[in-house]
């Protein structure tokens, strides 16, 4: 395969991402920085910067945006607060659109604060998370709904993040996700991927693509046991792809699973947020190529750049031509 050539035709690709877009906040703390609280006693966090990126489906989308595809836009949820001011400036420094979330003052921006020590690099404290334990409120999952409807037809891709943890107040309602499941049935020639952390088991006529974890999880949920082939068939019969880390990825479709080696990393340094590159990588060359097994062994190559940096990071189109080249060597 000419990885060259592939990318260079991703400019032509236009992406949608709906789901969860989340704001990632990178809190760095100096320890010496640690008085005592003058009103409590407890001893303080001194925060001495702060960095932000887009999270979730944001970061499918910041990867989209990073290898070169001609338009990316997201479609979620946010709150009218300050981390959802953040997030739309984070996604418009990347030339993402995001004219199609919704903002709702009954709602927060799901927000992951990561509390980072500035002398070690470390993430040392505990994180806190800004999430939503209600159900989305019905003026919020119809505008959703709609501006689905709407605006779907503009994108030749269509990535969904299912990304919230919580039983209620994630974007992939189950209304919106028989939307979606609809759509992918109406449009086959249309690339519909689904990345889901807890319900992938839910979905119908995309292509499913899990960790082993939660596919193992949603056959359990389904069958008691773990078939992939029973999984594929149940979701509708298109490929499934089961991404495994260092083991690499399993396609399975009609002719049964192949593996799809993954590119070796000596010292990988975070595996933060490769399902992400990978959903992205794969997106762009199956719409490019229409071949699975290409487009699973490309976003091998895009997975293996991001976990050699720290936090949710991108991989732009030299470095994956780098990683091509060094396996090729």
């Not at 050539?5 to 989340?22: A, M, P, T, Y």
């Not at 993402?96 to 003052?105: F, G, M, N, Q, T």
């Not at 969904?160 to 109406?186: M, P």
């Not at 389904?222 to 990825?249: H, I, M, Q, S």
């Amino acid at each position: 395969m000419n990885w060259s050539s592939l990318i260079h035709e991703f400019k032509s690709c236009r992406v949608l991402v709906v789901g969860d877009i989340c704001l990632d906040r990178w809190c760095h703390y100096d320890p010496e920085e640690a008085d005592l609280s003058r009103e409590t006693g407890i001893q303080r966090v001194g925060i001495v910067r702060t960095k932000v990126t887009p999270g979730a489906g944001g970061t499918v989308a910041n990867n989209l945006a990073a290898l070169g595809a001609g338009r990316v836009a997201v479609l979620g949820a946010i709150g009218q607060d300050g981390f959802g001011f953040e997030l739309e400036r984070a996604l418009t420094a990347r030339n993402i659109e995001y004219r199609l979330l919704v903002a709702s003052p009954e709602i927060q921006t799901f927000t992951y604060t990561k509390v980072m020590n500035e002398r070690s690099g470390e993430e040392d404290k505990g994180r806190l998370d800004f999430i939503n334990v209600k159900p989305l409120p019905d003026v919020v999952e119809d505008q959703l709904i709609t501006n689905f409807h709407l605006n779907y037809k503009d994108f030749d891709v269509v990535v969904v993040s299912d990304q919230a943890e919580t039983s209620e107040g994630g974007v992939i309602t189950e209304a919106f996700r028989e939307v979606i499941g609809e759509v992918a049935e109406r449009n086959p020639d249309k690339v519909v991927i689904v990345d889901s952390r807890n319900r992938i088991e839910l979905f119908r006529n995309a292509i499913a693509k899990p960790n082993v974890e939660e596919a193992n999880e949603a056959c359990r949920k389904l069958f008691g046991t773990v078939d992939y082939e029973r999984l594929r068939k149940t979701l509708g019969a298109k490929p499934l792809v089961v991404t495994r880390g260092a083991a690499g990825a399993l396609l399975v479709g009609r002719n049964g699973a192949r593996e799809i080696p993954a590119v070796p990393v000596e010292k990988p340094v975070d595996l933060c947020g490769a399902g992400d590159s990978f959903a992205a990588g794969m997106a762009l060359a199956l719409r490019v190529t229409g071949d699975f097994e290409a487009a699973a062994r490309f976003a091998s190559l895009v997975s293996s750049v991001t976990i050699r940096k720290k936090g949710t990071g991108v991989a732009h189109p030299d470095e994956v031509l780098a990683a091509a080249q060094s396996m090729a060597s």
